[in-house]
T-cell receptor, first 114, second 114 residues
Framework: EAQVTQNPRYLITVTGKKLTVTCSQN?????MSWYRQDPGLGLRQIYY???????DKGDVPEGYKVSRKEKRNFPLILESPSPNQTSLYFC?????????????FGQGTRLTVV | GDSVTQMEGPVTLSEEAFLTINCTYTATGYPSLFWYVQYPGEGLQLLLK?????DKGSNKGFEATYRKETTSFHLEKGSVQVSDSAVYFC?????????????FGKGTLLTVNP
């Protein structure tokens, strides 16, 4: 079954404590990305990766890092989380299907920074 | 840059009512257009897509037609069910080199009452 798996689903942390949200896909997709979803703002792209060791900033990259050491994994790293990073985060991987890239999304990680 | 504008919600309907959620876009060339659905507590799922002008995407009773002349991709369903309650996102990927990056509208919350 095609799947994007994110962990954890829920996370409460304190300001400044480094954390990592993991993302893994089983579809051999080259393109992966991270989004944050906030009320009234929709989904905004944080970072994306075109392939192993190839990453680039999206629309709201400040305060985040990513890495892509293996094709299947694309972790999101918050080195020093702040309360304004409280949000719902989604990982996605995209593959070509009948005329366009289609995105598959993980279940989401709800992060609260206090 | 590319953008997507969709009608703001929330939208509340009775079961078996007709649904329209308006979506218009701004993009150069011929983008691919998508509707994604997010059920409560879940990630986004692709609902339907259209990759060229006058194409109609359809799935689960939902339809949307790619109208190049009005730059629109309105979502319709003839008879909604309680199980259709969700957030609906209109999105596009650009034509050409950035054809993997999704640009989303802000989402429309649909609630269907029995």
């Amino acid at each position: 079954e095609a799947q994007v798996t994110q962990n954890p689903r829920y996370l409460i942390t304190v300001t400044g404590k480094k954390l990592t949200v993991t993302c893994s896909q089983n579809m051999n997709h080259e393109y992966m990305s991270w989004y944050r979803q906030d009320p009234g703002l929709g989904l905004r792209q944080i970072y994306y990766s075109m392939n192993v060791e190839v990453t680039d900033k999206g629309d709201v990259p400040e305060g985040y890092k990513v890495s892509r050491k293996e094709k299947r994994n694309f972790p999101l790293i918050l080195e020093s989380p702040s309360p304004n990073q409280t949000s719902l985060y989604f990982c996605a991987s995209s593959g070509w299907a009948v005329g366009a890239y289609e995105a598959f999304f993980g279940q989401g990680t709800r992060l609260t920074v206090v | 840059g590319d953008s997507v504008t969709q009608m703001e919600g929330p939208v509340t309907l009775s079961e078996e009512a007709f649904l329209t959620i308006n979506c218009t876009y701004t993009a150069t060339g011929y983008p691919s257009l998508f509707w994604y659905v997010q059920y409560p507590g879940e990630g986004l799922q692709l609902l339907l897509k259209a990759t060229k002008a006058d194409d109609k995407g359809s799935n689960k009773g939902f339809e949307a037609t790619y109208r190049k002349e009005t730059t629109s991709f309105h979502l319709e369903k003839g008879s909604v069910q309680v199980s259709d309650s969700a957030v609906y996102f209109c999105a596009l990927t650009a034509s050409g080199g950035s054809n993997y990056k999704l640009t989303f509208g802000k989402g429309t919350l649909l609630t269907v009452n029995p």
